[in-house]
C-alpha cells in the first residue's frame, strides 16, 4: 500500500487562488512522505487545453517524485435526461485520456445523477437510479479497460452511497476492471453506517481510497465545533491518523485481501492545511507500516 494525497486537501486554498495546482503538486512531492497524488478534475483550467495542463502536471510530479495515483471525475451522469447522459458519458472517454497522460491506472466516478427536468432529487427512485447509473458506468469501464485503466464509483452524496448500494453497483456493471473508491468514513459520516464493516464487506472490490478522519463521540464537548450525524454520534474533523476513524483496522482488511494500491488522504486543517497534511501523510506511512509488520 502506498501514501498519497488527493487535491482535494486543498480545495479551500485552489478554490479561493490561493495555491495553484502545480504549487500543491510541488508542495506534497518536497514537502511529505507521500510517493503519490490524486488529480481532481475540477481543478484543471477551463481556460486552457485540459491535455496540455495533464502534460505539465506529469512532467513536475515526474521531477518532485509522485505518482499519478487517481484521475478523479465530478461527473453527472444526468441518466434521466438522453442528452445530458450522452453529453457526460462523452466528456468521460475525454478524461479517461487525461488519466493515461497522467500516468494514472485508476478514474474515480461519482454516482450523482440530475432529476428528472422539473423534479426534485426526491421524486428520484433510488433502485431505478442505480440500474440507470450501472449501465452508464459500463460504458466508461468498456471505455477504460482499452485504455489499460480501473473505474471505481466512490460511495459519494445522498441518494446512493449507502454500503449496499455501492455493492449493488458493482454487481450490476459486472466489468473486470470496475470496482470502488473507497471513502471509508463517508458511511458513517452521511449514513450512520458501520464504516468498517463496510470496508470488510467491499475490500475485494476496492481499487483506490480516500482516507479521511474523525474525532468520534457519544457525547460533543463544549465550545468545539462538533455535528451530529445520523448514528446519533458526533463528529469532528481531525488530522489524517490522529482521530478514532479505525485507520489500522481497515488498512490492515484491505492488507489482507491484497490491496496494494494507494490510500489517499482527503482530509486537512483549514487552519494549517499544508502542516496537517504533511502530518497525515505521515501518519498514513506509519500505520501502513505497522499493518505490514503484522
Given amino acids: 500500500m502506498k501514501a498519497g494525497v ?16 502545480m504549487e500543491a503538486i510541488e508542495f506534497v512531492g518536497k ?11 475540477p481543478y484543471w483550467s477551463p481556460d486552457r487545453d485540459v491535455q496540455e495542463q495533464a502534460r505539465e ?42 488519466a ?12 450523482r445523477t440530475a432529476p428528472p427536468p ?35 464509483v466512490e460511495n459519494h452524496g445522498l441518494l446512493l452511497g449507502r454500503t449496499s448500494q455501492t455493492a449493488r453497483i458493482v ?3 459486472d ?15 452521511v449514513f450512520g453506517e458501520d464504516h468498517i464493516e463496510a470496508a470488510r464487506l467491499l475490500a475485494r472490490h476496492v481499487v483506490h481510497i480516500h482516507a479521511k478522519d474523525f474525532h468520534i463521540r457519544q457525547d460533543p464537548q463544549p465550545g468545539e465545533e ?23 483496522e481497515i488498512f490492515r482488511i484491505l492488507n489482507d485481501v491484497g490491496y496494494r494500491g494507494a490510500i489517499s488522504l482527503e482530509v486537512s486543517d483549514p487552519a494549517d492545511i499544508r502542516g496537517s497534511v504533511a502530518k497525515g501523510v505521515a501518519n498514513l506511512n506509519r500505520i501502513i507500516a505497522e499493518v505490514k509488520r503484522l
Avoid at 488527493?6 to 495546482?21: P, R
Avoid at 514537502?31 to 478534475?41: H, V
Avoid at 471525475?73 to 453529453?87: C, I, P, Q
Avoid at 466489468?175 to 459520516?189: E, M
Fill in 226 to 248: 462538533w455535528r451530529k450525524i445520523p448514528s446519533g454520534e458526533y463528529v469532528k474533523r481531525a488530522v489524517g491518523g490522529e482521530g478514532n476513524s479505525g485507520w489500522a
Fill in 100 to 111: 493515461v497522460i497522467l500516468g494514472a491506472d485508476t478514474v474515480r466516478v461519482d454516482p
Fill in 57 to 98: 502536471a506529469r512532467s513536475l510530479m515526474d521531477r518532485v517524485g509522485l505518482q499519478a495515483s487517481c484521475h478523479a471525475l465530478a461527473t453527472d451522469f444526468a441518466v434521466y435526461d438522453e442528452g445530458e447522459n450522452r453529453a457526460c458519458l462523452d466528456w468521460c472517454e475525454k478524461m479517461l485520456q487525461v
Fill in 6 to 21: 488527493c487535491s482535494y486537501c486543498f480545495n479551500s486554498m485552489l478554490t479561493e487562488g490561493k495555491i495553484s495546482l
Fill in 175 to 189: 466489468r473486470p476492471n470496475f470496482g470502488v473508491n473507497l471513502d471509508f468514513t463517508n458511511f458513517r459520516t
Fill in 31 to 41: 514537502e511529505t512522505e507521500a510517493d503519490c497524488f490524486e488529480l481532481y478534475s
Fill in 118 to 152: 422539473g423534479r426534485s432529487r426526491d421524486d428520484i427512485d433510488p433502485e431505478d437510479a442505480l440500474a440507470r447509473i450501472a449501465q452508464s458506468m459500463q460504458t466508461v469501464a468498456d471505455i477504460a479497460i482499452e485504455k489499460g485503466l480501473k473505474v471505481g
Fill in 171 to 173: 454487481e450490476l456493471v
